[in-house]
């Protein structure tokens, strides 16, 4: 499957802009791991492009990769790239994570929430303007980004460092290599300041 033929899945089943994002950036940052760990780039970045294109359709943990995994197979999306995102639903399909690509993929996939966040909640809603510093001050506020699962991006980020840094992942060295795969893409991700200009709604009438 080509990267054309992925985004056009994507684009097919993904009606939410949110979760477009969400799966571009996780490529984003596949992509630089691909790259930093001697990857194969084309399959990181597709697992990561890949990873939730099912949601909309099955929108449970019980059926979300378990019953999407069937169409990719047949689509002809290669087997290491089915295995990092059967494995990133672990609970439900029964799928450990074992290649280095596995581990990145869920490594990367909370914490592209973190950021995206950072990027929507200041005003030039630009992602280029997101400093590392912001996200670090802001981990501690249960509120911001209160979605992404502070204990499971430790877990998962420590989990990656063992199996693919010699034990040794800094948290923020991990989100300092994310921030800077997506500032790389922030036109495709739309923050890059283009929302800041979108005019606000009207307010509901009464
Ligand atoms: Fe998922
Ligand atoms: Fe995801």
Redesign the pocket.
């Known amino acids: 499957m080509t990267r054309e033929e992925a985004w056009q899945l994507v684009g097919d089943n993904v009606q939410a802009a949110g979760l477009r994002r969400?799966?571009l950036s996780?490529e984003a940052a596949m992509r630089a791991y691909a790259r930093k760990l001697g990857g194969d780039v084309e399959l990181w970045s597709l697992a990561g492009l890949l990873?939730?294109w099912d949601?909309e359709i099955h929108p449970t943990l019980e059926t979300h990769v378990v019953d999407g995994t069937p169409t990719l197979r047949e689509k002809g999306v290669p087997e290491p790239v089915l295995q990092a995102i059967l494995s990133?639903n672990e609970a439900a399909t029964g799928v450990p994570r074992r290649q280095p690509m596995d581990f990145a993929l869920l490594a990367c996939?909370?914490v592209?929430g973190l950021i995206i966040a950072a990027a929507l909640v200041r005003p030039s809603k630009d992602v280029r303007d997101v400093e590392l510093k912001s996200i670090k001050k802001r981990w501690k506020e249960r509120i911001f980004a209160a979605g992404v699962d502070r204990d499971h991006v430790e877990k998962a980020t420590a989990e990656f460092g063992a199996a693919c840094f010699g034990g040794q992942l800094d948290l923020w060295d991990h989100v300092s290599t994310v921030l800077a795969a997506m500032k790389d893409v922030a036109a495709e991700l739309e923050l890059d300041g283009r929302l800041a200009a979108a005019p606000s709604p009207p307010p509901p009438a009464t």
């Open positions: 969400h799966m996780v990873h939730d949601w990133h996939d909370e592209t």
